[in-house]
């Protein structure tokens, strides 16, 4: 196990391992992400209170979702590059975090249209949006901290110290409704639990939510090639390509 994660970790690996899984990877993201919005748009039904709003949902939701898990994939990279020196985990760092960005603002643009059929206002300084727009400038405050800084090895300490030491806000968004009185509705699905609402809302949603996953690991890879390019174009193994 040790000696793949290793393997993996090479740059030249990485770059091979993926560059065959990427087109598969990318076709079947588009697949669920098609399947599923045609399915949300035009076959759930409406709810009983918010109507045709509720299909929002469908794109809030999965990207909400990964703009969490994505700084925890981020902060993940972070730790392995401080404590073992992967060179491919600063890269997925740094590769991360406009990504994770464009989602956590996808989830707040998303979030405010939604809450102004449903709430009465584009936004409310609740709990779970507030620390959600924490999230985003965390994510921002990462590219920024890179950009400014010099040398590339100090810059990916920092980045990566930032990263994890930003992994506090994450309980706080998942559990702010349960802390704190919100507007935010608590979540109605979960893997451990039997989803609140029924299963033609929520089996499109569980579609899109994989959809967004291929998607973002998808497009992660492409920008974790295309930096091993641009650091390792010296190498004879890229002069090569």
Known sequence: MWGWFHRLGSPKSFYEISGFLLPAMFALAGVLLVTGTVWALGFVPQD????????????????????????????????????WRIKLADIALQCAAPIGATLTFLALVTGAIWGKPTWGTLWVWDARLTSTLILFFLYVG????????????????????????????????????????????????????????????????????????LFFFSVWAVRIRTEILNREYGTQWVQSL
Not at 51 to 72: K, T, W
Not at 149 to 161: C, P, V, Y
Not at 171 to 189: A, N
Not at 193 to 211: A, H, N, R
């Open 48 to 83: 009983y209170q918010q109507g045709h709003s509720v299909r929002i949902m469908y794109i809030h939701v999965p990207a909400a979702i990964l703009a969490q898990s994505g700084y925890m994939m981020m902060a993940a990279a972070g730790a392995v590059f401080l404590i």
């Open 142 to 213: 990462v590219i920024a901290l890179r950009s400014a800084m010099d040398g590339r090895e100090s810059a990916g300490r920092a980045t990566a110290m930032l990263a994890v030491v930003g992994l506090i806000n994450l309980p706080i968004i998942k559990y702010s409704v349960d802390w704190w009185f919100t507007l935010h509705q608590p979540s109605s699905f979960s893997l451990t639990e039997k989803p609140s609402m029924p299963i033609e809302m929520w089996l499109p949603l569980l579609v899109m939510v994989l959809g967004f996953y």
